[in-house]
Each structure stands twice: as structure tokens, then as C-alpha cells.
């Protein structure tokens, strides 16, 4: 069974979101149920030898790469990774992080870390930082510029571009005045003009009636139809619509333009990382085999499951077959 989308989306989420775990927390867990931890407080290790100080608070340190990594959760910056110390945006993600370590560190000394729900919490946050690590390097893995180039071409082989037109049109309140405008036009009157002058349609009137380029879906459908039938070049017989009368003018007709690779890889790139995610899944539930243990709601809570179709035809039917009439009775 592949994982649905909006648990993918919720998985994709989560992955390097901070975490709030308060709010579904159980204080009154026994401490024989809490997941076990060891009680090591990790941020307080020494960073690596490769690492560049960007604030000292107490005996721990923190490192310009934590900050640009907290610039990245918070989404501060469009390239966290070149954030130096000099910028606005360092400080106030670094600022951030001294608070956070100043609260850590009272949390520590007052030896919080042992509580029950601490680890509890503590141990919750780890399985998710461990999974979400896991699902990171598999979308490094599988998200790549050559796979994001491969859908893009294979999405413009499979759907071609849709036909657009490009039109201009003079919207009037009668077939009466709809005839009229098109005997002037037929006289040698410029369309564009004409429309700015005796239009109805005030979002078109001052650019000369001009739709722009459209799909037959991206405008009403008596106008499409009309429009895709009009060759370039010609004007149209007064038509119709929920709108009003129309005369349109057709410009130009083309293949809609495709947007390019860059402007797609946003949306390829959240596609692929779906559906490694999913992928992922189902080969991991092969290795750990899941069994729901919860009990089902209680039965009034439950559907009732969907029974038989009856025909009461059919039910007639059978019900003469058992029983036929006597033809001696009168």
C-alpha cells in the first residue's frame, strides 16, 4: 500500500522544522515508560576542530554553521549558506540561538534533563531528526539535476502545448449596436479605436480590446469557440455570452509557449522527493513489518458495513416463483 500524499506532505513538512513537542506532552508519565535516553546533553559536546566560533555562552560553544543552519529552519535567508557574521540576518538568527542555549543551560543546572518527560521528549525528538536524516540523504541521493531534467523532458514529450489565440474584442449591450460597430469596422474603421471609444468592457477598452493570449479553457466557452474558429486577421459576426454582445478581432494564434526547466524544478523537484519518500517506505516496511495493535472504535462509532444490493423487482419475481397462483382457484 503506497503512503498517501498528504502524509507525505506532512512527512516532507516536518523535515528541518524545529520541533514543538510540548503541546502533546503527558506530564504524568511514569518514568518506567519514557523511551530511554541517556541523559547526554549533546549540545554541549565540542563542535568540530573544522568549526568557527560565532558566540560563546557559558563553557559552550556555538558555530557559525549553527547559525546558518537556524537561518535555514527559519527559512531567514535565501542562501543561509553564504550568511556571514556582518549580516542582519546572522545576528538576529544567532541572537535566537544564544537564547535558546541560555534556557538549555538553566534547563541543565536544574537538572531538568532527568525528568521523566524530558527524556520522554528528548527521546521523540531524536527518532524524528534520525528519520528526517535518513529521508535527506535519500532525496540527495535520488533528487539530482539530471533526474529533474529527465521528468521535465518527459512531461514535454507526454503533454503537447495547448493552442492559444490572441484576440481583441468591443463588448456592447445589443445585437442592434454589435451591427453597427461591425458595419463601421467592414467601412475601414480601426478595431482597436473603435473599442476604445464605444466598448462596455472597462478592463479591456483602454488597451483597444486586447484579450492577450488564451486557451479555449481560460475564457468563456461561446467566446472560445468563436475565437478558435476566427482566422488571424478576420473579425467575427456579433455574438453572445453571459457578458453581453461581442465582435472580436482575432491577432494571432500559437502554440502555447512552455515554461522553461527553471521556472518547472520547484514543482519536479517537490515530485521526486514524494515519491522517494514513498519509495523509501514500502522498502522499509518489508525489513520491520507493522502490526496496529489499537482496538477498532466502538461499534456505534463504526459504519455499518454496506450490504446487498435488493431489486424489488427481482424480489417479486422470486416471490411468484415460490408461490404461483393456483388456476383453479377462481
Given at each position: 500500500?503506497?503512503?498517501?500524499?498528504?502524509?507525505?506532505?506532512?512527512?516532507?513538512?516536518?523535515?528541518?522544522?524545529?520541533?514543538?513537542?510540548?503541546?502533546?506532552?503527558?506530564?504524568?508519565?511514569?518514568?518506567?515508560?519514557?523511551?530511554?535516553?541517556?541523559?547526554?546533553?549533546?549540545?554541549?559536546?565540542?563542535?568540530?576542530?573544522?568549526?568557527?566560533?560565532?558566540?560563546?555562552?557559558?563553557?559552550?560553544?556555538i558555530t557559525i554553521e549553527d547559525v546558518r543552519r537556524e537561518a535555514r529552519v527559519r527559512e531567514l535567508s535565501e542562501d543561509p549558506d553564504e550568511l556571514q557574521p556582518g549580516?542582519?540576518?546572522?545576528?538576529?538568527a544567532l541572537d535566537a540561538l544564544i537564547d535558546q542555549r541560555l534556557l538549555a543551560l538553566e534547563a541543565a543546572r536544574r537538572g531538568l534533563q532527568q525528568s521523566p518527560e524530558?527524556?520522554?521528549?528528548?527521546?521523540?525528538?531524536?527518532?524524528?531528526?534520525?528519520?528526517?536524516?535518513?529521508?535527506?540523504?535519500?532525496?540527495?541521493?535520488?533528487?539530482?539535476?539530471?533526474?529533474?531534467?529527465?521528468?521535465?523532458?518527459?512531461?514535454?514529450?507526454?503533454?503537447?502545448?495547448?493552442?492559444?489565440?490572441?484576440?481583441?474584442?468591443?463588448?456592447?449591450?445589443?445585437?442592434?449596436?454589435?451591427?453597427?460597430?461591425?458595419?463601421?469596422?467592414?467601412?475601414?474603421?480601426?478595431?482597436?479605436?473603435?473599442?476604445?471609444?464605444?466598448?462596455?468592457?472597462?478592463?479591456?477598452?483602454?488597451?483597444?480590446?486586447?484579450?492577450?493570449?488564451?486557451?479555449?479553457?481560460?475564457?468563456?466557452?461561446?467566446?472560445?469557440?468563436?475565437?478558435?474558429?476566427?482566422?488571424?486577421?478576420?473579425?467575427?459576426?456579433?455574438?453572445?455570452?453571459?457578458?453581453?454582445?461581442?465582435?472580436?478581432?482575432?491577432?494571432?494564434?500559437?502554440?502555447?509557449?512552455?515554461?522553461?526547466?527553471?521556472?518547472?524544478?520547484p514543482s519536479i523537484v517537490r515530485f521526486l522527493t514524494l515519491q522517494r519518500i514513498d519509495a523509501l517506505l514500502e522498502t522499509i516496511r518489508e525489513t520491520y513489518p507493522v502490526?496496529?495493535?489499537?482496538?477498532?472504535?466502538?461499534?456505534?462509532?463504526?459504519?455499518?458495513?454496506?450490504?446487498?444490493?435488493?431489486?424489488?423487482?427481482?424480489?417479486?419475481?422470486?416471490?411468484?416463483?415460490?408461490?404461483?397462483?393456483?388456476?383453479?382457484?377462481?
Open positions: 500500500m503506497t503512503v498517501n500524499q498528504a502524509r507525505l506532505h506532512a512527512l516532507l513538512c516536518a523535515i528541518g522544522a524545529s520541533l514543538v513537542l510540548g503541546a502533546c506532552s503527558d506530564p504524568s508519565e511514569a518514568p518506567g515508560n519514557a523511551a530511554p535516553h541517556d541523559g547526554a546533553l549533546r549540545f554541549l559536546d565540542a563542535p568540530p576542530a573544522s568549526s568557527t566560533p560565532a558566540a560563546r555562552v557559558g563553557d559552550s560553544v549580516d542582519p540576518v546572522f545576528r538576529e524530558a527524556r520522554r521528549r528528548l527521546a521523540a525528538a531524536e527518532e524524528r531528526i534520525l528519520g528526517n536524516v535518513l529521508v535527506e540523504t535519500a532525496v540527495a541521493d535520488g533528487v539530482t539535476d539530471e533526474a529533474v531534467r529527465r521528468v521535465y523532458e518527459e512531461q514535454a514529450r507526454l503533454a503537447p502545448p495547448e493552442q492559444e489565440v490572441r484576440a481583441r474584442h468591443i463588448l456592447l449591450e445589443s445585437r442592434e449596436a454589435a451591427r453597427e460597430v461591425l458595419r463601421e469596422l467592414e467601412d475601414g474603421a480601426d478595431f482597436a479605436a473603435l473599442a476604445r471609444q464605444v466598448s462596455q468592457d472597462p478592463a479591456t477598452r483602454l488597451e483597444g480590446g486586447d484579450l492577450g493570449y488564451f486557451t479555449r479553457s481560460g475564457i468563456l466557452p461561446e467566446f472560445a469557440r468563436i475565437a478558435f474558429a476566427t482566422s488571424p486577421g478576420e473579425v467575427s459576426e456579433p455574438f453572445e455570452t453571459e457578458a453581453g454582445w461581442h465582435v472580436l478581432k482575432v491577432v494571432d494564434r500559437r502554440a502555447q509557449p512552455r515554461p522553461g526547466l527553471e521556472a518547472m524544478r502490526t496496529i495493535t489499537a482496538g477498532r472504535a466502538p461499534g456505534g462509532l463504526r459504519r455499518p458495513e454496506p450490504g446487498p444490493v435488493i431489486d424489488p423487482q427481482a424480489d417479486e419475481a422470486e416471490e411468484a416463483q415460490e408461490d404461483p397462483a393456483d388456476p383453479g382457484q377462481p
